[in-house]
């Protein structure tokens, strides 16, 4: 028998879609929604959010702008955002992954960068992921720059730079 799961007291790490089918129903041990169908656990969502609060609560002291995020994909998810920065964990909360998007308030958008390296702590997936994008941002800037010394127009890199930098 599907029991109703109170899931407003997730709703820090748990966004509750108005889509039935997306909802999970908690059914003995099983708590997944029908779009899902992996029969993904009870358990495992009380370790996701876990997870997700333990994620947020560690980068909240570094860092700001984190939140939690839970979802289902043929089992429980966690990780948290910052804006286009996003990260998530392995169930054992010992490896991190981070992604760098274009999307400024996170859940989703296009993959800028992410470093494909698993960390061992959630700021260490971050740093990875940034200093990747970094090197990459290196090449570019320097084709920028070759092509504006290509046709005598050294100042074209700085306008440039000020220009994407809001500056
Ligand atoms: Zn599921």
Redesign the pocket.
């Known amino acids: 028998m599907a029991k109703k799961i109170e899931l407003s007291r997730f709703l820090d790490v748990f966004y509750i879609p108005e889509d039935d089918d997306d909802c ?1 129903v908690e059914r003995g041990e ?4 029908s779009r ?5 656990t009870r358990k495992e969502f009380d370790r996701a959010v876990k997870g997700a609060r333990s994620i947020v609560k560690r980068l909240n002291k570094v860092g700001v702008g984190w939140k939690g995020r839970v979802w ?5 998810q966690f990780g948290a955002d910052s804006g286009s920065v996003r990260v998530w964990g392995d169930s054992t909360l010992s490896t991190f992954n981070c992604m760098i998007s274009d999307h400024v308030d996170g859940g989703g958008g296009s993959m800028l960068w992410t470093s494909g390296i698993s960390a061992t702590t959630p700021e260490e997936a971050v740093r990875h992921a940034y200093s990747a994008m970094e090197d990459r941002l290196k090449s570019f800037f320097g084709a920028v720059r070759q092509a504006a010394l290509a046709i005598d127009d050294q100042d074209h890199v700085v306008r440039m730079a000020t220009r994407i930098l809001g500056g």
């Open positions: 999970p099983t708590f997944c929604s899902c169908g992996c029969e993904c289902e994909n043929c089992g429980w």
